[in-house]
């Protein structure tokens, strides 16, 4: 008989980003932390798809956690860095083709154990009864959390802004952390990154059909709809056969201002208890005071020294990509930036 975990106390946080602007970086400082479940990329890998029925059964969980679909195939063949179960290692289980969404990068973020984790997932999944979506999540969590001797959990995915309306609606106690770049430097590296080329193409190509992706996830109906289309959007607007030639930088710096709206959109109004902004070059010039920040914003009584001398060691200044472009691309790319780098206060 699996134990019920006990009840997590300090409300869950969420992570929310447009990408490519420092979010993994953060996920991977609380891994650190002794006592925060750092959850990286569950969502992402999951998709809409198991939020698709409101009160599904723990056996019809446990195939969405650990049934790859053609979301989940399509991340992992970008191989892109968040992607950590080894696929070309000897003796692993899973290939490309089957390896399980919670197994791409969530628990192997958690343990190197992460194939006897998955094995003792299932029973704990499939014994859950009939209930609420955010109730199958919210078990799984405090599950995890136990076992890793964790407080609180904050969950972390690539691009969560897109989807950010689903999480906040299933979870409305939870925070967020919003942690954003210069779009400049977010587009450039976008532009180099597998499952961006497929998201921005995709939305240029709809937009030339008429059909405006980005406005629609600031509707209330993309809650409800989300989970049917998806399957539907991968088959209209198949990656293989997408113009990623007519895709420019100035629409990935376009794309990224539309992400930032959606942020505002989401969470602008949510009070300072709700909402911390993390600017990733803040983080970069002075690691002590923002994870000071983010970790009292979390909950106080985490504060933990060894945790914060360890963690100011891994920022990195990196080298702009940005002043590397020509004058004229850097004149496209900043004026396609610009609603969103008004918005978060950066010079143009």
């Given at each position: 008989?699996?134990t019920?975990?006990?009840?997590?106390t300090?409300?869950?946080?969420?992570?929310?980003?447009?990408g490519?602007?420092?979010?993994?970086?953060?996920?991977?400082?609380?891994?650190?932390?002794?006592?925060?479940?750092?959850?990286?990329?569950?969502?992402?890998?999951?998709?809409?798809?198991?939020?698709?029925?409101?009160?599904?059964?723990?056996?019809?969980?446990?195939?969405?956690?650990?049934?790859?679909r053609?979301?989940?195939?399509?991340?992992?063949?970008?191989?892109?860095?968040?992607?950590?179960?080894?696929?070309?290692?000897?003796h692993?289980?899973?290939?490309?083709?089957?390896?399980?969404?919670?197994?791409?990068?969530?628990?192997?973020?958690?343990?190197?154990?992460?194939?006897?984790?998955?094995?003792?997932?299932?029973?704990?999944?499939?014994?859950?009864?009939?209930?609420?979506?955010?109730d199958?999540?919210?078990?799984?969590?405090?599950?995890?959390?136990?076992?890793?001797?964790?407080?609180?959990?904050?969950?972390c995915?690539?691009?969560?802004?897109l989807?950010?309306?689903?999480?906040?609606?299933?979870?409305?106690?939870?925070?967020?952390?919003?942690?954003?770049?210069?779009?400049?430097?977010?587009?450039?590296?976008?532009?180099?990154?597998?499952l961006f080329?497929?998201?921005?193409?995709?939305?240029?190509?709809?937009?030339?059909?008429?059909?405006?992706?980005?406005a629609?996830?600031?509707?209330?109906?993309?809650?409800?709809?989300?989970?049917?289309?998806?399957?539907?959007?991968?088959?209209?607007?198949?990656?293989?056969?997408?113009?990623?030639?007519?895709?420019?930088?100035?629409?990935?710096?376009?794309?990224?201002?539309?992400?930032?709206?959606?942020?505002?959109?989401?969470?602008?109004?949510?009070?300072f208890?709700?909402l911390?902004?993390?600017?990733?070059?803040?983080?970069?010039?002075?690691?002590?005071?923002?994870?000071r920040r983010?970790?009292r914003?979390?909950?106080?009584?985490?504060e933990?020294?060894?945790?914060?001398?360890?963690?100011?060691?891994?920022?990195?200044?990196?080298?702009?990509?940005?002043?590397?472009?020509?004058?004229?691309?850097?004149?496209?790319?900043?004026e396609?930036?610009?609603?969103?780098?008004?918005?978060?206060?950066?010079?143009?």
């Amino acid at each position: 008989m699996v134990t019920a975990p006990r009840p997590i106390t300090i409300p869950p946080v969420f992570v929310l980003s447009s990408g490519q602007c420092g979010s993994t970086m953060v996920s991977n400082l609380l891994n650190r932390h002794p006592r925060v479940l750092s959850l990286s990329e569950c969502f992402s890998y999951l998709g809409a798809v198991p939020f698709r029925f409101r009160h599904p059964t723990g056996n019809w969980m446990w195939k969405a956690y650990s049934r790859p679909r053609i979301h989940t195939r399509h991340m992992v063949r970008g191989r892109y860095e968040e992607l950590l179960y080894p696929l070309d290692a000897p003796h692993t289980r899973f290939t490309q083709d089957n390896v399980p969404p919670i197994l791409c990068a969530m628990l192997p973020h958690l343990t190197d154990r992460y194939e006897e984790l998955f094995d003792a997932l299932e029973p704990v999944v499939r014994g859950q009864p009939r209930q609420p979506i955010a109730d199958h999540f919210r078990y799984l969590f405090e599950w995890l959390c136990q076992r890793f001797n964790c407080t609180v959990w904050v969950e972390c995915s690539a691009g969560s802004l897109l989807f950010g309306s689903r999480l906040l609606h299933e979870f409305p106690e939870a925070r967020v952390i919003h942690v954003y770049r210069d779009g400049r430097e977010t587009a450039v590296s976008m532009s180099r990154h597998y499952l961006f080329r497929v998201i921005v193409t995709t939305v240029k190509v709809a937009s030339s059909r008429g059909i405006d992706i980005m406005a629609s996830f600031k509707r209330k109906a993309w809650e409800r709809t989300s989970p049917w289309l998806e399957p539907v959007t991968s088959v209209c607007f198949n990656p293989d056969r997408l113009p990623y030639d007519k895709v420019t930088l100035a629409d990935f710096g376009t794309c990224w201002s539309e992400m930032i709206e959606i942020g505002h959109w989401l969470f602008g109004h949510f009070p300072f208890d709700r909402l911390l902004n993390v600017k990733f070059e803040d983080m970069q010039a002075d690691p002590d005071a923002q994870l000071r920040r983010l970790i009292r914003f979390i909950d106080p009584a985490l504060e933990d020294e060894a945790w914060l001398r360890e963690a100011c060691s891994m920022p990195r200044q990196t080298p702009s990509k940005f002043a590397q472009l020509a004058p004229n691309e850097q004149a496209a790319l900043t004026e396609a930036c610009r609603p969103g780098l008004k918005r978060l206060g950066y010079p143009l």
